[in-house]
Antibody
């Protein structure tokens, strides 16, 4: 069974940093492009960024609102995905999901972890 | 960057057909082999895929869910909507520059 389990969310002050983790199991993690998607309270889904698999270069793409502040990394040996969030703003308050997004019918999401940016 | 536009809300009575559209230049013609996908999200839960590659239905999704893509407009159709279909629905597409979600449509079945 495929599982994605996020952790690391919590309350942080504006300007602070937080690192989210996502533990993957049940599929070949090293073969997957992995994404972070967030959802602010009462709002829609917003793509945060992605990291390609190493054979595709392992590069990252980040959405404009988080570029320069967030970074994504992966550890294929541990089947872990990370989202490093710096210079956090109140607008970054959201549930953050780790996901493979669909490749054909295969689509997997974690349960999400809540990040609250507030003074 | 691309934008995918959805109506904020759609309302139908039980048994009626609900249609949710997703329009934008992120849904290029078929020769570029880009697809539309649709998610259903119920309150407090992660999104669940209901249509992939324009019109295919994952296992376990009722036959009343169908999808189409004309090239610039993708449509999710729920034929004979049920009360349990009440949820937020998001279209999604992707290209080499990134990933794009529509703004979401709240479907009310009442």
């Amino acid at each position: 069974e495929v599982q994605l389990v996020e952790s690391g969310g919590g309350l942080v002050k504006p300007g602070g940093s937080l690192r989210l983790s996502c533990a993957a199991s049940g599929f070949t993690f090293s073969n997957a492009w992995m994404h972070w998607v967030r959802q602010a309270p009462g709002k829609g889904l917003e793509w945060v960024g992605r990291i390609k698999r190493k054979i595709d270069g392992g590069t990252t793409d980040l959405a404009a609102p988080v570029r320069g502040r967030f970074s994504i990394s992966r550890d294929d040996s541990k089947k872990m995905l990370y989202l490093q969030m710096n210079s956090l703003k109140t607008d970054d308050t959201a549930v953050y999901y780790c996901t493979t997004l669909p490749v054909g019918v295969n689509d997997n999401w974690g349960q999400g972890t809540l990040v609250t940016v507030s003074s | 960057s691309y934008e995918l536009t959805q109506p904020p809300s759609v309302s139908v009575s039980p048994g009626q057909t609900a249609r949710i559209t997703c329009s934008g230049d992120a849904l290029p013609p078929k020769y570029e082999t880009k697809f539309a996908y649709w998610y259903q999200q119920k309150s407090g839960r992660a999104p669940a895929l209901v249509i992939y590659e324009d019109s295919k239905r994952p296992s376990g999704i009722p036959e009343r869910f169908s999808g189409s893509n004309s090239g610039t407009v993708a449509t999710l159709t729920i034929s004979g909507a049920q009360v349990e279909d009440e949820a937020d629905y998001y279209c999604y597409s992707t290209d080499s520059s990134g990933v794009f979600f529509g703004g979401g449509t709240k479907l009310t079945v009442l």
